[in-house]
């Protein structure tokens, strides 16, 4: 275990001391993520090709004798959220942290599972509004602690993941597709899937050792996205009808002009992205299976400019970073926005001779427009879901 997972797990001990006394009964964990390519896909049927990464959600747990279940988030000064079970627990807008806990136990009982009362306290260090997808790995984290804690052994990585889906989709009200909390709950180590989100089969693609991964944070928290969100998901469903097909993966690009007539302009701007970030996202994860980087690199600029101009997510300030980036690693690898949009942060592939200079390039040449500078993560693609103590 590495530094940062050590301290990560003293905290979440101690806060389970703290706010429950005596010991957890184990620990689970479940990471962030961050896509390399397929943006936008995963509502349509697509494609997408993310890696789980070295930041995680903990979850301290230990069976209780009744039906409550009481939470300690130490991310929150060690706020405590209690709700019961037998009831049907509702969101509570003002603490959005706890409403992630509830809806995943409460998709959790939708699904004919009985949940026992259990005391959890909970830390995690996916930095929270970045688009690390850090409340995927909170709700993941907590199915794998009531699945641990119940031995609920049928409930395998992907059913955990669409349970996990269930909850923000009806409970805490954001549309999202299953890209997030799939890759949180089966993630492979040193590893991107490439995930078919129709069938939910996923194929792991080794990650070159020499090739490096850097997350970096524009600093621009993500505004704008429930709302722009669900809009554009929207418009790639009203395209579909259009089409007559039960969703965008279902059309190639020759299809998309030929049928254009009729659908509005920005509808079949947002449709063209949809139906060539499938293509890129296939192509990419056969190019980085086959060690040609700067082929990747090509298709990531790609799908850059296809969200700036076709699917219209990207700001101009991201739009700049990910310029200082392609022009320090110069073709030898790749830069573009990851994640929903509209802020957030930027992924790049180079090979690892050159993340020094782009580092630097990023540190002298980028502020955000409130004059911060960015954050760069080096970045392993981890595994996904699982006990960490039992
Ligand atoms: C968010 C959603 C995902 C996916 C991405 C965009 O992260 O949660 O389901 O749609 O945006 O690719």
Redesign the pocket.
């Known amino acids: 275990m590495n530094a940062a997972a050590e301290t990560l797990l003293l905290r979440v001990n101690e806060q389970f001391r703290a706010a429950h006394g005596g010991d957890a009964a184990l620990v689970v964990q479940a990471p962030g993520r961050v896509?390399l390519i397929?943006?936008?896909?995963?509502?349509n049927d697509g494609y997408?090709l993310p890696c789980a990464i070295g930041y995680r959600t903990l979850v301290a747990a230990r069976p209780r004798a009744d039906t409550l279940v009481r939470v300690a988030a130490a991310d929150f000064g060690g706020a405590v959220d209690t709700f019961d079970l037998a009831d049907h627990p509702q969101p509570r807008a003002a603490a959005p942290w706890a409403d992630y806990v509830r809806g995943m136990a409460w998709a959790m009982r939708e699904a004919g599972h009985a949940l026992r009362g259990a005391d959890l306290a909970i830390a995690g260090d996916v930095p929270q509004g970045a688009?690390l997808?850090s409340s995927?790995s909170l709700q993941v984290a907590v199915g794998q602690a009531f699945k641990s804690l119940q031995g609920l052994d049928a409930l395998d990585p992907t059913a955990l993941a669409k349970l996990a889906q269930k909850a923000?989709n009806d409970f805490v009200g954001?549309h999202?597709?299953?890209?997030?909390q799939l890759i949180s709950a089966r993630g492979v180590s040193g590893h991107a899937l490439l995930i078919d989100c129709r069938s939910l089969a996923a194929s792991p693609v080794p990650l070159p050792r020499d090739v490096a991964v850097l997350i970096v944070e524009s600093r621009i928290r993500r505004g704008l996205v429930d709302s722009e969100?669900n809009r554009r998901r929207e418009q790639c469903e009203a395209a579909a009808r259009h089409y007559g097909v039960a969703a965008l993966r279902d059309l190639d690009l020759a299809a998309l002009e030929a049928g254009a007539a009729g659908l509005a302009a920005t509808t079949l701007r947002r449709a063209r992205h949809v139906v060539t970030e499938n293509a890129r996202t296939l192509a990419a994860a056969q190019a980085l299976a086959a060690g040609d980087l700067a082929q990747v690199g090509r298709l990531m600029a790609a799908s850059h400019a296809s969200m700036r101009d076709d699917f219209e997510i990207t700001l101009p300030a991201i739009d700049h970073l990910v310029e200082i980036l392609a022009t320090a690693i110069g073709g030898a690898g790749g830069a573009r926005m990851t994640?929903?949009?509209f802020g957030g942060c930027v992924v790049a592939l180079l090979p690892e001779e050159r993340v020094d200079a782009a580092r630097q390039a990023v540190a002298t040449q980028y502020r955000s427009p409130a004059g911060e500078p960015a954050r760069v993560h080096g970045c392993r693609a981890g595994a996904g879901a699982g006990v960490v103590v039992a």
Not at 38 to 43: A, I, L, N
């Open positions: 896509n397929g943006e936008h896909t995963d509502y997408v688009g997808s995927a923000e954001c999202c597709g299953i890209m997030d969100y994640g929903g949009g």
